[in-house]
Every structure is written in C-alpha cells, then in structure tokens.
C-alpha cells in the first residue's frame, strides 16, 4: 500500500515497486489500483448495477438486484473494483452479473 498525490503517480510508484519485487520471478502482475479516498485525483465516481436473469417460463427476465458506487479511473477499472465489494453485499449470489456501469456527471 502507498499514497500518491495522483492516479499517474500512483501508476509509477505501483510499477517501480512491482519491478522491485518481481527480481528474477515472472509471477508478478500490476491489478487495478484502488483509490483509498474518494475523490482523489484522476478518478471519477461510477455507479455499476447488479442483476440476475431469472427463469420465466420458456424465457429469461432480468432484474436489477444490487447498485454500487465506486471512485476509479475508468469505467473498466470501475468495474473490476465492483467485483470485489460486491461479494461483501448481504444476500450476494455469484449469478449476479453486471448489468450498467455509468460515469456520474458532476460528482467531484
């Protein structure tokens, strides 16, 4: 863990330390970087919703389960980030899958 007073510097600083630690091992990989505050710089907030496809007679009908609100640098990162808080949701199912992931405009 590390602070940096920017998401390209938090990039760098992730990179140095990962070459750092990798010294001769191919096993290392760079994830998604997660901001510890909201708000901080280079990342906007996303809301990425949950739903479940439940079975309706010889179809499927969705519906939305749960929403999220996370801070990311895109809507990929956004994403990713979800996967991990979701699991600590009450009530959570694996068969949940992301249906939206959208920038909220005008949240700083």
């Known amino acids: 863990m590390f602070e940096a007073p920017d998401l390209k ?3 760098t600083a992730a ?3 990962l070459e750092e ?3 001769g091992e191919d096993k290392w990989s760079l994830g998604v970087l997660k901001p510890l505050t909201p708000k901080a710089p280079g990342t ?3 809301r990425i919703v949950y739903a479940v496809w439940e079975a309706e007679g010889d179809f499927f009908e969705r519906r939305d389960v749960h929403e999220l609100t996370v801070w990311a640098a895109d809507a990929q990162d956004a994403r990713r980030l979800s996967h991990a808080d ?3 949701v009450e009530g959570y199912q694996p068969a949940w899958r992301v249906r939206h992931v959208v920038r909220i405009a005008g949240k700083r």
Do not use: G, M
């Open 44 to 46: 906007h907030c996303y």
């Open 86 to 88: 979701i699991q600590d």
């Open 9 to 11: 510097r938090a990039r």
């Open 21 to 23: 630690r990798a010294q």
């Open 15 to 17: 990179k140095k330390a």
